[in-house]
């Protein structure tokens, strides 16, 4: 393992941070572990950090609703991979994590060596998934359509599609975007034509269809 790795632990709780931080230590000297308690404290290490390796994301964060905090991240930084750590291991929830844009996905039950053999697959350029797991195919056709129209979005339009989900004006996220307000209208046509609805109530509802999934409830 190459040293020098900066690393991000996104988990609400102190005692699996120090877990998940004493499994990455063992892969090597010189790296750099990054922690957050929560999601808003999470974008801002996302958003202000460029060499960042590897996320490890919690789903139930404080601000974050299940599988909607991991698409917001994507299109934050989409070009970092991302690893969910939940306890919430069920085929669905990784299937679902995987198709929105997750590297991989780690159950908290997951021993050291797991966590570490699952880093390692992720940085070499891998996907990795528990063992011996059948991810099946999805159930719910409205979920199915939901998830092959947000992979349409472009990195941009996912952010202001997150920040709708957020409460946010367009005149707000033209400001934390650096772009005009115009540009922001834009992108919120495009958002709407490509989720197929007709209002930012609708879009953020549909966004919402993936935030309220078992791993929404806290883990």
């Given at each position: ?36 308690g929560d999601f808003a404290a999470t974008k801002a290490l996302v958003a202000d950090n460029d060499e960042i ?104 339009q996912t952010r202001v599609l997150a920040m709708l989900g957020e409460g946010l004006l367009n005149k707000q ?30 879009a953020v509802i549909q966004l919402s269809k993936i935030a309220s999934e078992p791993a929404a409830t806290g883990?």
């Amino acid at each position: 393992m190459a040293n020098g790795f900066t690393f991000v632990v996104a988990d609400d709780h102190p005692l699996f941070r120090g877990a998940l931080r004493q499994a990455l230590a063992g892969m090597g000297e010189g790296g750099t572990i990054l922690e957050a308690g929560d999601f808003a404290a999470t974008k801002a290490l996302v958003a202000d950090n460029d060499e960042i390796d590897l996320v490890l994301l919690d789903l139930s964060m404080p601000g974050a609703s299940g599988l909607s905090g991991l698409v917001a991240l994507r299109g934050l930084h989409s070009a970092v991979p991302l690893v969910v750590v939940s306890a919430h291991d069920d085929p669905e929830t990784i299937r679902r994590a995987l198709e929105l844009g997750a590297s991989g996905f780690i159950s908290k039950s997951a021993s050291m060596e797991k966590i570490r053999e699952a880093v390692e697959t992720v940085l070499a350029g891998g996907i990795h998934t528990p063992e011996d797991l059948d991810l099946g195919v999805e159930a719910d056709p409205e979920i199915s359509d939901l998830i092959r129209r947000l992979q349409t979005l472009t990195p941009q339009q996912t952010r202001v599609l997150a920040m709708l989900g957020e409460g946010l004006l367009n005149k707000q996220i033209a400001y934390e975007l650096g772009v005009s307000e115009a540009t922001i209208k834009a992108h919120v046509s495009a958002v709407l034509q490509k989720l197929g609805v007709d209002s930012r109530t609708q879009a953020v509802i549909q966004l919402s269809k993936i935030a309220s999934e078992p791993a929404a409830t806290g883990a």
